[in-house]
């Protein structure tokens, strides 16, 4: 296979695969509530691709409120209890638009897979899902060092298809993760309206837009040298 040939994919999972993000939502407000402190779908937008006690840090410091470590892990503990309670009853129906075709055709073309999730729950997800066949690797969070913004996650699962970061394609729907693949020399693809302002080479509001075709005109323009991004984005 050629150098600028597109070799492989790698997936956020929350947002990009599974419409999940509603369900972090309910999951984040349960711990605004318990703090006191209010708590919107923006902010929850913002926490996509970030650690858990992070997370209570992030939803803590909107109400000025200071927490010992302990609480912080304990909220964190807690949040995510409630998070496995809702993603049990998931199913097929909750793949995002576009998604299933999607894993079909690179798995028709060769074209490698890999979830990189900030998720400890992404295994549970995919197997909810039903589209654990379609990955050739799911990164095993708990043993990246950095989380998103860090590049870690997706230099590790890029390791672990065998595959150069520079035959890569990275989809993202935070801001962190977008960050994250920018640090490296894969094509990055923001999926969102939220997006809009970030840096990347090429952005769509749905992944209804997510086509493997434009995928791979995405990655030889990219690779040339041409502003894709620039040329086509949906509105």
């Known amino acids: 296979m050629k150098k600028e040939e597109l070799q492989a994919i790698i997936f956020d999972l ?15 407000k349960k711990v605004a509530d318990q703090l006191n402190v209010s708590f919107s779908e923006e902010l ?27 609480k912080k892990e304990q909220l964190a503990d807690e949040k995510n209890k409630h998070y496995q309670a809702l993603i049990k009853e998931m199913t097929k129906n909750h793949l995002l638009p576009g998604i299933q075709l999607l894993l079909e055709d690179c798995k028709k073309q060769g074209i490698k897979t890999a979830i990189a999730s900030s998720s400890s729950n992404a295994n549970t997800v995919v197997d909810a899902l039903g589209i654990r066949p379609f990955f050739d690797c799911i990164v095993d969070v708990r043993k990246i060092k950095k989380g998103k913004p860090d590049p870690e996650i997706f230099l590790t699962a890029a390791d672990q298809l065998k595959v150069t970061p520079y035959a890569c394609v990275a989809i993202e729907d935070g801001e962190a993760g977008i960050k994250a693949i920018n640090q490296t020399d894969m094509v990055s693809i923001g999926v969102g309206k939220h997006l809009k302002e970030e840096d990347m080479n090429f952005h ?32």
């Open 14 to 28: 929350d947002g990009v695969i599974a419409d999940t993000v509603h369900l972090y939502y309910k999951a984040n």
């Open 44 to 70: 929850n937008q913002q926490l996509q691709g970030i650690s858990r006690v992070k997370t209570v840090e992030l939803i803590a410091a909107q109400g000025n409120v200071r927490l010992t470590v302990e």
């Open 204 to 235: 769509v509001y749905s992944t209804a837009d997510l086509h493997l075709k434009t995928i791979k005109e995405v990655f030889e323009k990219a690779r040339k040298g041409t502003d894709y991004n620039r040329a086509y984005t949906k509105n």
